[in-house]
C-alpha cells in the first residue's frame, strides 16, 4: 500500500493539540455526576473522542486516505504536496486581506468606499490581475451592490462615509 | 380519513405555494440553482450557505422554498453542461457526461436535454408525492420519541453520514469531534456556564452559524479555486438539435426514468446520501439491467435518463428526514436547519402541527418550482450556455461582495466578518489536510440537541446508561448505528463506496 498522503502527521498532531486545550479550557468547569451533568461533562468526552481519533489518523499513517485513493484508481506520482507554501500565499493573503478590510471598514466608511476597497484588494488574489479592469470592476461591483443591498433590499447599511 | 388529512394538507401546501410572493421567490430559488448548476465551480452548498443571510430577512416560508429551490435547481442546471459541453456543472451530474455528451456529438443534444429535463421533472413530482405521503406517517412514529431515541437517532445520523459519505473515515470522524466541540461554544443551556468564550462578548449565544458555513464552504472554495488558478475556459457548445426525443430513445428512457426514480427515492432518504449519490448508483444499476448491446458509453438515453432522473429525486427526498426527524441526511439539509433555526423554527415533527403552512407550502412549492424547471431550462438552454462565458476572476469578487454583505447584515456584527475569515482560512487547512467539511457542519447543527438529549435522557434514567438498550426504538437505532460502524471495515461496504464515487 502507498503511502502518497503525507497530511496525516500535521493532521493528527492538531487534533491531539486541539483535543488537549479543549480539555485543559473545560477543566474549569463543573463535571457533575452522570445523573446531573454539570457543563463540564460533555466536553470532556468530545476532547476525548479528539484525541482518540488524533492517535488513530497517527496510527493509521495515512492508510486510511491512502486507501481511497489506490480504490480509485488515482495515481499516487499526481498527488501534490501537502503544501504548496508559495502558490497559495498570494490568494489567501489578499482574500483575507480583502475580508478583514471590509470588518475594518463598513461601520466608518459606508457600503460604497468599502466594496470598491474589498473587490480591488480581491482581485489581486489572481495572479493575471490588472490595474484597470481591477479598477472597473471594484467601480461597477460597488454600484451594484449599493443598488442591490441598500436600494433594492433596503439593508439597514450607511452608503457613505459618516463625518462625526 | 388518512386520505383527506393528506388531500387537505396539499391543498394548503398549494394555496400557500401560489401565493405571488411565495411563486417569485420559488422561480428566483430556481432561477439561482439553475445559473450555479451550468457554472462549474460553484456548488448548491456554497451558494445556499452564502445567500442564507439573504433569506433571514423573507418570511419563513419564503425562505425555504428559495433555498430548497436552488438546491433541485442546481441538479437541472449541471446536466445542461454535462450533455452540451462535457463539462458536469455539478457533481452529481458526473455521470451524466459519459452517455449526455456522447448523444451531443452524435447530433442529439436536444433530446438528451428534453430525457433529462422530462426525467427530472417526473421524479420530482414522484418525490414530491412521495414525501406528502410518507411525512404525516413518520411524524406520528417521531411522537413516542423520548430524550434517548432522540439522541440515539442523532448519533445515528451522524455516523451515516460518514460511513455513507466520501473519503477517509478517520478523517470525518475527526471533523465530527471539532464540529461537536464548536458547538459547545457559548453559554450551557442548564448551568448557565461560559464555555470556550475566552472571555468573549460575542461569543456568548456560541459561534454564530452563517460565518462559519460561509467561511468553510464559501471562502474556502474561492482560495482553493484560486491556488489552482481555475478558470474554466469558454469551451465550444456542442450542436443542440431537435428538443423532441424519437419514439426509439423515449422507449429506451421511459423505463430507466423510472427505476432511477426508485433508487433516488430510497437513496435520498438516507444520511449522507442525496442528490450525488442517487446518480452514480442509478447509472450503475441502470448499466447492468439495461445495457444489453453494450450501448451504454456510447449515447444511450437510458444513461441519460436514470442518473438525471434519480438525482432529482434524490434531491427532494432528502428533505423527509429534515421536516419530520429533525435530522439534516447532508451538507444542504444542515444549511436548512440552520436556515429554519434562523427563523426560530426547530426542525422536527412539530413542523407539521404547529407550522402547516411552512410544511406543506414547501412541499407543493417544490412540485411548482420543478414545473418551472422544465420551462427555464427546455427553451431558454442558450442563455445558460452563454453563461459559461463569465470568467472566474470576475465570478469570485462577485461571490465575496455577496457572502460579506450578507453575513454583516444577519447581525450588523463586524466581528461575524472577522469570524468569517478565520473559518475561511481553516476551510482551506481541511482541504488541504484531505477533511470534509460537510461531518463537521453536520455535527455542529447537532451537538448542541444532542447534548440537551443527553443530559436530559440521563437525568429521566438516574444517570443508568441501560436507558439506551431498554427502550425498543431506541435500541433498534442503536444496533442500526453499530451494523454502520461495524461495516465501514467490511470489504462490500468498501466497495460499494469505491463503485458509487468511482468516475
Given at each position: ?164 | ?27 428566483l430559488g430556481c432561477l439561482i440553482g439553475t445559473l450555479i448548476g451550468v457554472l462549474?465551480?460553484l456548488?448548491p452548498?456554497?451558494t445556499?450557505?452564502?445567500l ?17 429551490g436552488i438546491?433541485?435547481g442546481a441538479?437541472y442546471g449541471g446536466?445542461t453542461t ?7 456543472g ?286 427555464i431550462n427546455?427553451?431558454l438552454?442558450?442563455i445558460w450556455?452563454q453563461m459559461l462565458?463569465i470568467?472566474?476572476?470576475?465570478l469570485?469578487?462577485i ?105
Amino acid at each position: 500500500m502507498t503511502t502518497a498522503d503525507r497530511t496525516w502527521r500535521p493532521l493528527g498532531i492538531s487534533c491531539l493539540a486541539l483535543a488537549a486545550a479543549a480539555a485543559w479550557i473545560a477543566s474549569d468547569y463543573a463535571v457533575g455526576t452522570v445523573t446531573a451533568m454539570g457543563p463540564g461533562f460533555i466536553p470532556l468526552v468530545v476532547a476525548a473522542f479528539l484525541f482518540l481519533m488524533g492517535v488513530l489518523i497517527l496510527v493509521a499513517r495515512g492508510n486510511d486516505v491512502a486507501a481511497e485513493d489506490a480504490d480509485e484508481g488515482e495515481d499516487p506520482a499526481t498527488e501534490p504536496p501537502a503544501l504548496a507554501p508559495f502558490g497559495a500565499i498570494r490568494p489567501i493573503g489578499a482574500i483575507l486581506a480583502s475580508i478583514v478590510a471590509f470588518g475594518l471598514a463598513i461601520k466608518p466608511l459606508g457600503l460604497a468606499l468599502t466594496t470598491f476597497l474589498v473587490v480591488l484588494i480581491g482581485v489581486y488574489a489572481n495572479r493575471s490581475a490588472r490595474l484597470v479592469p481591477a479598477l472597473l470592476l471594484a467601480l461597477g461591483l460597488s454600484a451594484g451592490a449599493c443598488l442591490l443591498f441598500v436600494t433594492l433590499l433596503s439593508l439597514q447599511i450607511g452608503l457613505f462615509p459618516r463625518f462625526e | 380519513m388518512f386520505d383527506q388529512s393528506l388531500l387537505a394538507g396539499l391543498a394548503l401546501g398549494f394555496q400557500v405555494a401560489v401565493d405571488p410572493t411565495n411563486i417569485l421567490f420559488c422561480f428566483l430559488g430556481c432561477l439561482i440553482g439553475t445559473l450555479i448548476g451550468v457554472l462549474p465551480g460553484l456548488g448548491p452548498t456554497a451558494t445556499i450557505a452564502i445567500l442564507l443571510p439573504m433569506t433571514s430577512a423573507l418570511s419563513p416560508v419564503a425562505g425555504l422554498i428559495t433555498l430548497a429551490g436552488i438546491y433541485y435547481g442546481a441538479q437541472y442546471g449541471g446536466s445542461t453542461t454535462s450533455i452540451l459541453l462535457r463539462l458536469p456543472g455539478e457533481a452529481s451530474s458526473v455521470v451524466t457526461v459519459l452517455d449526455g455528451h456522447a448523444m451531443t456529438r452524435r447530433g442529439r443534444g436536444g433530446a438528451a436535454l428534453a430525457i433529462a429535463a422530462w426525467g427530472s421533472f417526473f421524479a420530482g413530482t414522484v418525490g414530491t408525492l412521495f414525501i406528502a405521503l410518507f411525512a404525516p406517517l413518520l411524524a406520528v412514529l417521531v411522537l413516542k420519541f423520548g430524550a434517548a431515541e432522540y439522541f440515539v437517532l442523532m448519533a445515528l445520523g451522524l455516523v451515516a453520514s460518514v460511513v455513507l459519505a466520501q473519503g477517509s473515515v478517520l478523517r470525518a470522524l475527526a471533523m465530527i469531534a471539532i464540529g461537536l466541540l464548536f458547538g459547545l461554544v457559548g453559554t450551557d443551556a442548564n448551568s448557565g456556564q461560559y464555555r470556550f468564550t475566552f472571555g468573549s462578548y460575542e461569543l456568548l449565544n456560541g459561534l454564530p452559524f452563517v460565518p462559519l458555513v460561509v467561511g468553510l464552504f464559501g471562502i474556502a472554495d474561492i482560495l482553493i479555486a484560486l491556488e489552482q488558478a481555475r478558470d474554466a475556459e469558454a469551451s465550444q457548445a456542442g450542436k443542440i438539435g431537435s428538443l423532441w426525443p424519437t419514439r426509439e430513445e423515449t422507449k429506451r428512457a421511459a423505463p430507466a426514468v423510472a427505476r432511477g426514480t426508485l433508487i433516488g427515492l430510497f437513496l435520498g432518504l438516507l444520511p449522507g446520501g442525496g442528490a450525488l449519490m442517487s446518480s452514480f448508483v442509478a447509472y450503475s444499476v441502470e448499466k447492468r439491467v439495461s445495457d444489453k448491446e453494450g450501448t451504454f458509453g456510447k449515447g444511450d438515453p437510458a444513461g441519460v435518463a436514470a442518473p438525471e432522473s434519480a438525482n432529482n429525486a434524490g434531491a427532494q427526498t432528502s428533505f423527509l428526514p429534515l421536516l419530520t426527524l429533525g435530522l439534516p441526511s447532508n451538507a444542504v439539509m444542515a444549511l436548512m436547519t440552520g436556515a429554519m433555526l434562523i427563523h426560530g423554527i426547530v426542525p422536527g415533527p412539530r413542523i407539521m402541527t404547529n407550522q402547516p403552512n411552512l410544511f406543506w407550502g414547501l412541499i407543493a412549492s417544490m412540485w411548482i418550482g420543478n414545473l418551472m424547471l422544465l420551462v427555464i431550462n427546455l427553451p431558454l438552454v442558450g442563455i445558460w450556455v452563454q453563461m459559461l462565458k463569465i470568467r472566474y476572476s470576475v465570478l469570485y469578487p462577485i461571490i465575496l461582495v455577496v457572502s460579506l454583505v450578507g453575513i454583516y447584515s444577519v447581525d450588523y456584527s463586524t466581528f461575524d466578518v472577522f469570524l468569517t475569515a478565520a473559518f475561511g482560512l481553516l476551510g482551506y487547512g481541511m482541504n488541504k489536510w484531505k477533511c470534509e467539511p460537510a461531518p463537521l457542519v453536520l455535527a455542529f447543527v447537532l451537538g448542541p440537541m444532542m447534548e440537551q438529549y443527553f443530559r436530559r435522557a440521563m437525568l429521566v434514567a438516574r444517570g443508568d446508561l441501560a436507558i439506551f438498550v431498554e427502550r425498543p426504538i431506541s435500541l433498534t437505532l442503536l444496533l442500526i448505528t453499530a451494523a454502520l460502524l461495524a461495516g465501514i471495515a467490511a470489504p462490500h461496504v468498501r466497495s460499494f463506496r469505491r463503485k458509487a464515487f468511482a468516475e
